[in-house]
């Protein structure tokens, strides 16, 4: 039973291109968070999704920062126009259920911004 | 003031030494509280769950809470060397999976 899988494991953008970030979550799961852990930051939350809705992105810049979990595949996290600033490592985590606090993390995706 | 605060200061340790982590929190909402291991360049790895005051135990990790003083701790007994690992309080109010992590502990053994 595979858990969260998270791809690319390590992204190299330069600034200004896309940054395309995936998650597939534990089979069964069908509620899926982001978070982004900045260097000497603690995890910062990004935003909620189910299946075809985003439920919660109050922790999502405003700006270049979207997401979305389609009835299939992966969701997906987008970075456009990246700037240095966005290096960070983005995890994923899902759950069985809106109600169940237990999140499970995949091993995070480490984007870098040359 | 941040809604938890964990001292990131890095904690080395002898095999078989007691290990004591600290959280405290500032938003009387929460109402569940984790510890997560998170191994170097791993995703954090769910290791204890609590939402009542008090110790919870699992082998040689105890959870507390205390709800009145607004903190939570983690005590691992018997260190070994497979526990070095940065150490992640976490904590959300009901019905709401928006964790709110602390910094993080590392945490060395060393033989």
């Known amino acids: 039973n595979a858990g969260v899988m998270q791809n690319p494991r390590h992204l190299v953008r330069r600034r200004g291109q896309e940054a395309r970030l995936r998650c597939s979550p534990m089979?069964?799961?069908?509620?899926v968070y982001w978070y982004r852990q900045l260097p000497e930051e603690g995890l910062k939350f990004m935003v909620y999704?189910?299946?075809?809705?985003?439920?919660?992105e109050s922790g999502m810049p405003k700006e270049r920062f979207s997401a979305e979990f389609p009835k299939e595949g992966p969701s997906i996290l987008r970075i456009q126009q990246v700037v240095r600033g966005d290096s960070a490592a983005y995890f994923c985590a899902s759950s069985p259920g809106q109600l169940d606090e237990k999140l499970f993390f995949g091993s995070g995706t480490q984007l870098s911004v040359l | 003031q941040k809604e938890v605060e964990q001292d990131p200061g890095p904690l080395s340790v002898p095999e078989g030494a007691i290990v004591s982590l600290n959280c405290t929190y500032s938003n009387s909402a929460f109402q569940y509280f984790m510890w997560y291991r998170q191994y170097s360049r791993k995703g954090p790895e769910l290791l204890m769950y609590t939402y009542s005051s008090g110790n919870k135990e699992d082998g040689r990790f105890t959870a507390q809470l205390n709800r009145a003083s607004q903190y939570i701790s983690l005590l691992i007994r018997d260190s070994k060397l497979s526990d070095s690992a940065t150490y992640l309080c976490a904590m959300t109010d009901y019905g709401n999976n928006r964790l709110a992590f602390g910094k993080g502990n590392q945490v060395v053994v060393i033989p």
């Open positions: 999704l189910q299946k075809e809705n985003i439920i919660d």
């Open positions: 089979k069964g799961h069908s509620h």
